[in-house]
T-cell receptor, first 114, second 114 residues
Framework: NAGVTQTPKFRVLKTGQSMTLLCAQD?????MYWYRQDPGMGLRLIHY???????AKGEVPDGYNVSRLKKQNFLLGLESAAPSQTSVYFC?????????????FGSGTQLSVL | GENVEQHPSTLSVQEGDSAVIKCTYS??????FPWYKQELGKGPQLIID?????GEKKDQRIAVTLNKTAKHFSLHITETQPEDSAVYFC?????????????FGKGTLLTVNP
Protein backbone atom coordinates (compact mmCIF):
# COMPACT_ATOMS: atom_id res chain seq x y z
CA ASN A 1 0.00 0.00 0.00
CA ALA A 2 1.85 3.08 -1.26
CA GLY A 3 -0.38 5.75 0.36
CA VAL A 4 0.39 9.20 -1.08
CA THR A 5 3.12 9.39 -3.70
CA GLN A 6 4.63 12.65 -4.94
CA THR A 7 6.80 13.07 -8.01
CA PRO A 8 9.38 14.43 -8.48
CA LYS A 9 11.19 14.54 -5.10
CA PHE A 10 13.56 17.33 -6.13
CA ARG A 11 13.51 19.88 -8.91
CA VAL A 12 15.47 22.99 -9.86
CA LEU A 13 13.83 25.53 -12.17
CA LYS A 14 14.90 28.79 -13.70
CA THR A 15 12.69 31.83 -13.26
CA GLY A 16 9.88 31.76 -15.82
CA GLN A 17 9.95 28.02 -16.42
CA SER A 18 6.87 25.90 -15.90
CA MET A 19 6.41 22.53 -14.26
CA THR A 20 3.80 20.17 -12.87
CA LEU A 21 3.96 18.30 -9.58
CA LEU A 22 2.06 15.04 -9.48
CA CYS A 23 0.32 13.57 -6.45
CA ALA A 24 -1.21 10.11 -6.50
CA GLN A 25 -3.11 8.33 -3.71
CA ASP A 26 -4.31 4.74 -3.62
CA UNK A 27 -6.64 5.00 -0.61
CA UNK A 28 -9.76 6.08 -2.52
CA UNK A 29 -9.79 9.38 -0.62
CA UNK A 30 -12.23 12.06 -1.71
CA UNK A 31 -10.27 15.08 -0.46
CA MET A 32 -6.82 16.07 -1.66
CA TYR A 33 -4.65 19.07 -0.77
CA TRP A 34 -1.48 20.87 -1.76
CA TYR A 35 0.53 22.63 0.98
CA ARG A 36 3.78 24.52 0.89
CA GLN A 37 6.21 24.53 3.80
CA ASP A 38 8.61 27.40 4.34
CA PRO A 39 10.98 27.97 7.28
CA GLY A 40 9.16 29.71 10.12
CA MET A 41 5.86 29.69 8.21
CA GLY A 42 4.53 26.22 8.90
CA LEU A 43 2.24 24.53 6.38
CA ARG A 44 0.11 26.77 4.21
CA LEU A 45 -2.71 25.49 2.01
CA ILE A 46 -2.36 26.32 -1.69
CA HIS A 47 -5.36 24.58 -3.27
CA TYR A 48 -7.58 21.68 -2.37
CA UNK A 49 -10.17 19.39 -3.94
CA UNK A 50 -13.23 17.79 -2.40
CA UNK A 51 -13.75 15.36 -5.25
CA UNK A 52 -12.97 14.44 -8.83
CA UNK A 53 -13.40 17.44 -11.13
CA UNK A 54 -13.52 20.01 -8.30
CA UNK A 55 -10.86 22.39 -7.02
CA ALA A 56 -10.83 25.33 -4.61
CA LYS A 57 -8.38 28.01 -3.50
CA GLY A 58 -6.61 27.81 -0.20
CA GLU A 59 -4.63 30.40 1.72
CA VAL A 60 -1.85 31.06 -0.84
CA PRO A 61 -3.15 30.17 -4.34
CA ASP A 62 -1.51 32.91 -6.44
CA GLY A 63 0.90 31.62 -9.08
CA TYR A 64 -0.41 28.05 -8.93
CA ASN A 65 -3.05 26.06 -10.77
CA VAL A 66 -4.43 22.61 -10.01
CA SER A 67 -6.44 19.89 -11.67
CA ARG A 68 -8.25 16.80 -10.38
CA LEU A 69 -9.25 14.91 -13.52
CA LYS A 70 -9.07 11.54 -11.77
CA LYS A 71 -10.01 10.81 -8.17
CA GLN A 72 -6.61 9.37 -7.36
CA ASN A 73 -4.51 12.20 -8.86
CA PHE A 74 -4.08 15.87 -7.94
CA LEU A 75 -1.75 17.97 -10.07
CA LEU A 76 -0.11 21.25 -9.04
CA GLY A 77 1.14 23.49 -11.83
CA LEU A 78 3.48 26.45 -11.86
CA GLU A 79 3.03 28.32 -15.14
CA SER A 80 5.88 30.83 -14.70
CA ALA A 81 8.06 29.96 -11.72
CA ALA A 82 9.35 32.71 -9.44
CA PRO A 83 12.07 32.59 -6.74
CA SER A 84 9.32 33.15 -4.12
CA GLN A 85 7.99 29.72 -5.04
CA THR A 86 11.13 28.03 -3.74
CA SER A 87 9.69 25.77 -1.07
CA VAL A 88 8.92 22.22 -0.04
CA TYR A 89 5.56 21.12 -1.40
CA PHE A 90 3.43 18.50 0.30
CA CYS A 91 0.40 16.73 -1.05
CA UNK A 92 -2.12 15.21 1.34
CA UNK A 93 -5.36 13.30 1.13
CA UNK A 94 -8.19 12.46 3.50
CA UNK A 95 -11.51 10.66 3.66
CA UNK A 96 -14.16 13.12 4.82
CA UNK A 97 -15.59 11.04 7.64
CA UNK A 98 -16.15 12.94 10.86
CA UNK A 99 -14.94 9.91 12.78
CA UNK A 100 -11.60 9.94 10.99
CA UNK A 101 -10.33 13.22 9.53
CA UNK A 102 -6.67 12.21 9.44
CA UNK A 103 -4.53 13.74 6.72
CA UNK A 104 -2.13 11.42 4.92
CA PHE A 105 0.89 13.30 3.59
CA GLY A 106 3.32 12.46 0.84
CA SER A 107 7.06 12.75 1.43
CA GLY A 108 7.35 16.13 -0.25
CA THR A 109 8.90 17.79 -3.31
CA GLN A 110 11.78 20.18 -2.77
CA LEU A 111 11.62 22.90 -5.42
CA SER A 112 14.27 25.54 -6.02
CA VAL A 113 13.64 28.40 -8.42
CA LEU A 114 16.77 30.26 -9.45
CA GLY B 1 -10.37 32.93 8.78
CA GLU B 2 -8.79 30.81 11.48
CA ASN B 3 -5.43 31.81 12.94
CA VAL B 4 -3.34 29.35 14.96
CA GLU B 5 -0.40 30.54 17.09
CA GLN B 6 2.12 27.95 18.33
CA HIS B 7 4.79 28.30 21.04
CA PRO B 8 7.65 27.78 21.50
CA SER B 9 9.24 27.65 18.06
CA THR B 10 12.12 25.56 19.42
CA LEU B 11 12.30 23.37 22.52
CA SER B 12 15.28 21.43 23.85
CA VAL B 13 14.88 18.89 26.67
CA GLN B 14 16.91 16.15 28.28
CA GLU B 15 15.93 12.56 27.66
CA GLY B 16 13.35 11.51 30.23
CA ASP B 17 12.04 15.01 30.83
CA SER B 18 8.59 16.21 29.77
CA ALA B 19 7.89 18.56 26.86
CA VAL B 20 4.90 20.86 26.47
CA ILE B 21 3.89 22.71 23.28
CA LYS B 22 1.05 25.24 23.36
CA CYS B 23 -1.31 26.55 20.69
CA THR B 24 -4.03 29.15 20.60
CA TYR B 25 -6.73 29.55 17.96
CA SER B 26 -8.96 32.44 16.98
CA UNK B 27 -12.19 30.95 15.58
CA UNK B 28 -14.51 29.86 18.39
CA UNK B 29 -16.35 27.63 15.88
CA UNK B 30 -13.29 25.39 15.45
CA UNK B 31 -13.96 21.96 16.92
CA UNK B 32 -11.19 19.64 15.74
CA PHE B 33 -7.56 19.94 16.93
CA PRO B 34 -4.96 17.48 15.62
CA TRP B 35 -1.22 17.32 16.24
CA TYR B 36 1.21 16.22 13.55
CA LYS B 37 4.82 15.08 13.89
CA GLN B 38 7.28 15.64 11.05
CA GLU B 39 10.56 13.77 11.06
CA LEU B 40 13.45 15.02 8.98
CA GLY B 41 12.88 14.50 5.26
CA LYS B 42 9.36 13.14 5.70
CA GLY B 43 5.80 14.37 5.51
CA PRO B 44 3.85 15.14 8.69
CA GLN B 45 2.05 12.27 10.46
CA LEU B 46 -0.93 12.51 12.78
CA ILE B 47 0.00 11.53 16.34
CA ILE B 48 -3.07 12.55 18.31
CA ASP B 49 -6.20 14.64 17.93
CA UNK B 50 -8.98 15.98 20.12
CA UNK B 51 -12.48 17.24 19.51
CA UNK B 52 -14.21 20.06 21.33
CA UNK B 53 -16.50 17.76 23.29
CA UNK B 54 -13.60 16.44 25.39
CA GLY B 55 -11.02 18.23 27.52
CA GLU B 56 -8.16 15.74 27.48
CA LYS B 57 -7.00 12.71 25.54
CA LYS B 58 -4.05 10.41 26.21
CA ASP B 59 -2.17 7.88 24.13
CA GLN B 60 0.71 6.26 26.00
CA ARG B 61 3.34 9.01 26.52
CA ILE B 62 1.48 11.76 24.69
CA ALA B 63 -1.55 13.72 25.78
CA VAL B 64 -3.48 16.69 24.50
CA THR B 65 -5.56 19.10 26.59
CA LEU B 66 -8.14 21.57 25.31
CA ASN B 67 -9.54 24.69 26.95
CA LYS B 68 -12.38 25.92 24.74
CA THR B 69 -13.10 28.95 26.89
CA ALA B 70 -9.56 30.24 26.53
CA LYS B 71 -9.23 28.87 22.99
CA HIS B 72 -5.99 27.04 23.61
CA PHE B 73 -4.77 23.47 23.45
CA SER B 74 -1.50 21.82 24.40
CA LEU B 75 0.57 18.74 23.58
CA HIS B 76 2.30 16.99 26.47
CA ILE B 77 5.03 14.41 25.92
CA THR B 78 6.27 12.57 29.00
CA GLU B 79 9.46 10.53 29.43
CA THR B 80 10.89 11.96 26.21
CA GLN B 81 13.17 9.81 24.06
CA PRO B 82 15.63 10.79 21.29
CA GLU B 83 13.16 9.46 18.69
CA ASP B 84 10.70 12.13 19.81
CA SER B 85 13.01 14.71 18.19
CA ALA B 86 11.02 16.20 15.30
CA VAL B 87 8.95 19.20 14.25
CA TYR B 88 5.47 19.21 15.80
CA PHE B 89 2.53 21.08 14.27
CA CYS B 90 -0.78 21.88 15.89
CA UNK B 91 -3.82 22.60 13.74
CA UNK B 92 -7.46 23.59 14.02
CA UNK B 93 -10.55 23.27 11.86
CA UNK B 94 -14.33 23.26 11.77
CA UNK B 95 -14.88 19.64 10.94
CA UNK B 96 -17.59 18.35 8.69
CA UNK B 97 -19.11 19.79 5.52
CA UNK B 98 -17.45 20.40 2.18
CA UNK B 99 -15.10 23.11 3.39
CA UNK B 100 -13.04 20.97 5.67
CA UNK B 101 -9.48 22.20 5.79
CA UNK B 102 -6.93 22.56 8.53
CA UNK B 103 -5.09 25.71 9.59
CA PHE B 104 -1.65 24.81 10.94
CA GLY B 105 0.56 26.52 13.47
CA LYS B 106 4.11 27.41 12.45
CA GLY B 107 5.64 24.38 14.13
CA THR B 108 7.90 23.57 17.09
CA LEU B 109 11.30 21.95 16.65
CA LEU B 110 11.72 19.57 19.58
CA THR B 111 15.20 18.28 20.32
CA VAL B 112 15.63 15.52 22.91
CA ASN B 113 19.22 15.33 24.12
CA PRO B 114 20.51 11.91 25.22
Amino acid sequence: NAGVTQTPKFRVLKTGQSMTLLCAQDMNHEYMYWYRQDPGMGLRLIHYSVGEGTTAKGEVPDGYNVSRLKKQNFLLGLESAAPSQTSVYFCASSYPDRADEKLFFGSGTQLSVL
Amino acid sequence: GENVEQHPSTLSVQEGDSAVIKCTYSDSASNYFPWYKQELGKGPQLIIDIRSNVGEKKDQRIAVTLNKTAKHFSLHITETQPEDSAVYFCAASKSGGSNYKLTFGKGTLLTVNP
